[in-house]
C-alpha cells in the first residue's frame, strides 16, 4: 500500500474496531508519536520498522497501552476465538521497555548478544502465552499465507526455556513460532473483524463484543 493508502486503512481500522464495540465510552485520541521520533528509534536500535507499523503508530492513541482484544481466527487449523494482548505504545520509549524485557530474556537463557536484534515486541500472543513480535529478518512484501515460515509475526511460548534450541537460527538469531502472516493480518481479523461473517455462516454464532467477553467464562 501507499502511504497514504496506509493512513486511512489504519484509521479505519481503529474506528471498526470501536463500531464493532470495543472500548465502548472510550475515546481514540490522536497519536503523539512523530516521524522523526520513529526515525531516532530506529537509528538507536539499528532497525528499519515496517510501514505498516510506523503507520500505526502515528494514527490513534487507543484508550490503553496494552489493550485485550479477541478475534475469530485460524490458528493451527482451528478456527475460532482467540484472544490477543496488543501494545499500543504512547511514545517509542514504550517499545524500547518491551525489548529491554526481551534482553533479559536473553540474558536469563544466556543467549548470544544481538539475537533479539529482528524482534519488534508488539503484545503477548494468546493474552498470555508468550510475546508476539514482528520478526524483521521477513519482509512483509515476502509473506506467503500458505508457508508459516514466510510468516512475520511470530510469538515466543513463556513456558518455554530452551529458547537455544527453540528459536536460535543458524543465522544467529531467534525466530519464534509463527503467530499470523503479517501485521495487516492482525488487522484485518482482530480490528475489522474480518472472518466473524465466515464464522457466522459456520458456526451459527454471531461473534459480538458480549460474545467475546463471555469466552473468558469458559
Not at 510469538?155 to 499470523?180: I, K, N, P, R, T
Request: glycine share 8%; hydrophobic share 35%; with cysteine.
Amino acid at each position: 500500500m501507499l502511504s497514504q493508502e496506509e493512513k486511512i486503512y489504519v484509521e479505519q481500522a481503529c474506528l471498526k474496531l470501536k463500531e464493532r464495540g470495543w472500548f465502548p465510552g472510550e475515546k481514540f485520541d490522536l497519536s503523539t508519536i512523530t516521524e522523526q521520533e520513529i526515525a531516532g528509534f530506529e537509528q538507536q536500535h539499528q532497525v528499519t520498522l515496517p510501514s505498516l507499523y510506523r503507520t500505526f503508530l502515528t494514527s490513534f492513541a487507543l484508550p490503553q497501552k496494552s489493550i485485550h482484544i479477541c478475534a475469530t481466527i485460524y490458528d493451527m487449523g482451528d478456527f475460532g476465538p482467540l484472544w490477543l494482548r496488543f501494545d499500543c505504545p504512547r511514545t517509542m520509549k514504550d517499545i524500547s521497555e518491551q525489548m529491554e524485557i526481551l534482553q533479559e530474556i536473553r540474558d536469563f537463557c544466556e543467549l548470544p548478544e544481538g539475537c533479539f536484534r529482528n524482534l519488534i515486541p508488539i503484545g503477548d500472543w494468546g493474552a498470555g502465552w508468550g510475546p508476539l513480535c514482528i520478526d524483521l529478518s521477513k519482509p512483509e512484501e515476502m509473506v506467503d499465507g500458505d508457508d508459516e515460515d514466510t510468516w512475520s509475526l511470530v510469538w515466543f511460548d513463556h513456558e518455554d526455556f530452551d529458547w537455544d534450541e527453540q528459536y536460535l537460527g543458524e543465522d544467529g538469531l531467534l525466530h519464534g513460532q509463527a503467530a499470523l502472516p503479517s501485521l495487516k493480518v492482525l488487522l484485518d481479523w482482530y480490528f475489522y473483524g474480518e472472518l466473524e461473517n465466515k464464522y457466522e455462516q459456520e458456526e451459527g454464532v454471531t461473534p459480538t463484543y458480549e460474545w467475546y467477553q463471555d469466552t473468558l467464562k469458559l
